[in-house]
């Protein structure tokens, strides 16, 4: 069985909130850890309706400071105090988020319980995040104000030992890791046994990028390259192209464009501008150019590698 | 008939929002006229929710800095922005709300196209806002940080003349205003008919109190005496009486104590902990005390003025 790896929708919706959409936020469950990827207005109260341990959310990735993508955070770290949080919280953010929680905290008289470091993003793709399994490095957008995207990407694993080669040579316990690692496997009298005889390759690593907001750019295009799945805005249907370009939005096709240039599995589009309320003609207009492309939406889950 | 006055609850939760509960925000309808009292997170989504006009809203009013009270007011004036007003805004707040939102307009690069005056509260009970049929004055809490309630009265009314003395002495159209003002008639030969004679007097002006947050306190009992609705917190049930005090809340039978001892006609409870789910406990502890109380609940509209 893999790791759990899988993106949780909290909100589709572009610069306001409509009845029934919320702006930008996903939570990203990886094995264990949940990560939190932008935090619109009303964030812990969808994790809240949607069952997502809030206290369980160590790192929280802010792609810009326009309000749709961060005005959840100071609720959200208001409520993690009141709640009794103690563990330490990271928060990765263009420079002046520190400043947006701080004014507030200090306001508000409250001295959260719980340690808050912000890691300040800064120009090109950078990584910003490891633990031992994932990677998260920045993605430069194109936009109004400076913009990152995040690439989240699963490390290389360690090769399998095949249970028939444990069987035959009866590996010694202590040559396993060694051999995960690359090793061959040595025999008494001075004999190896070649790795890839006794080992078999790991499922390739899956990734997930998530970009937004952005107008049409292939910046960040070696970056996404063959992803499993890609998050990408599209704020309009294609008709409203030059509107998209003015407000460095984009639209379905350009966002199924670059899916199909970067040879990503999977399209998933969001970021929906509140003047739609039919959503199905996003996917109409993606799949003439990358059939396979899905929606973001209130409460979904899309399993990163599986189509 | 009389002219609209009521108060639509968004937002009935203390300190946290759960799944069905939003924290603080009600708007105040009179006439055509919407204010809004506080302005906890996602209080935009609920004005949509409940088809309150957005747009119509000309004066917000924040009772102190605490989030569940005015995290909703960055996301309420950006979207103001995006939908295009043009109309001045006044937010009558205690010091430091200003600097939260500017920093924010700043950090976002956005310059709203309309302009928002910031009247800073301070301490004493005082009028802060006046128009043909309304006043509005802060009231003071007793919390752990600067709070404030507001008073929201009707003015007098002028007198109205009987339509049968109209027929009667075939009062001139010129001396009608004066009439409604208080005077008496003037009639030929410098006789007067006294004033109460042909005029009756107006309906009684109708107010309503909102306090919170605050612990247990008669510091404004003066001001809300004879309210016709008091809206007063109430987060914990008696037998937390303890941590409210510690906690500078109040509970049912201190909100109901207050709105017996002001002889106010109706009381209405909010500001729920998140702790509880059944909220019928709440008017059953405080109809002990005083039976005409309400429960704020999320939806609810109450118009002030009839029981």
Redesign the interface.
């Known amino acids: 069985m893999r790791r759990k790896f899988q993106v949780h929708i909290l909100g589709s919706s572009a ?5 029934l959409r ?1 702006t930008t936020s996903q939570v990203l469950a990886y094995n264990n850890k949940y990560f939190l990827l932008d935090c619109g ?2 964030t ?2 969808q994790m ?2 949607l069952k997502l341990p809030m206290m369980k959310i160590d790192h929280i990735f802010i792609s810009h ?4 993508h961060y ?2 955070l ?2 959200l770290l ?2 993690l105090h ?2 009794g949080r103690k563990k330490d919280l990271h928060v990765y953010a263009p420079a ?1 988020m520190q ?2 929680i701080e ?2 905290f200090t ?3 409250l001295v959260p319980m719980y340690k808050v470091t912000f890691h300040e993003l800064t120009a090109g793709g950078q990584q910003i995040y490891e633990d031992r399994y994932l990677t998260v490095e920045t993605m430069e957008m194109e936009h ?2 400076q913009a990152f995207g995040f690439l989240i990407k699963e490390k290389e694993m360690n090769r399998n030992l095949r249970k028939e080669s444990i069987l035959k040579y009866k590996i010694p316990r202590e040559q396993m890791a060694a051999i995960k690692d690359g090793a061959d496997l040595l025999r008494s009298g001075g004999k190896t046994i070649p790795n890839h005889e006794i080992t078999e390759a790991p499922p390739p690593p899956r990734s997930y990028a998530f970009c937004s907001d952005t107008s049409y750019t292939e910046k960040f295009l070696n970056q996404i390259k063959g992803a499993d799945l890609l998050y990408h805005e599209a704020t309009f249907l294609h008709d409203k192209a030059a509107i998209a370009a003015e407000k460095t939005h984009s639209t379905t096709i350009e966002a199924a464009t670059l899916a199909q240039k970067a040879g990503v599995k999977q399209l998933l589009l969001g970021h929906y501008s509140a003047r739609y309320n039919d959503l199905e003609l996003f996917t109409e207009e993606a799949r003439q150019v990358f059939p396979n492309t899905l929606l973001a939406e209130e409460g979904k889950v899309i399993k990163v590698g599986e189509e």
């Open positions: 610069a306001t909130p409509t009845s919320h207005e009303g812990q109260m809240r309706r400071l326009h309000g749709d005005l959840g100071p609720g208001f409520s009141l709640l002046g400043q947006i004014v507030q306001l508000s008289q109004r104000i």
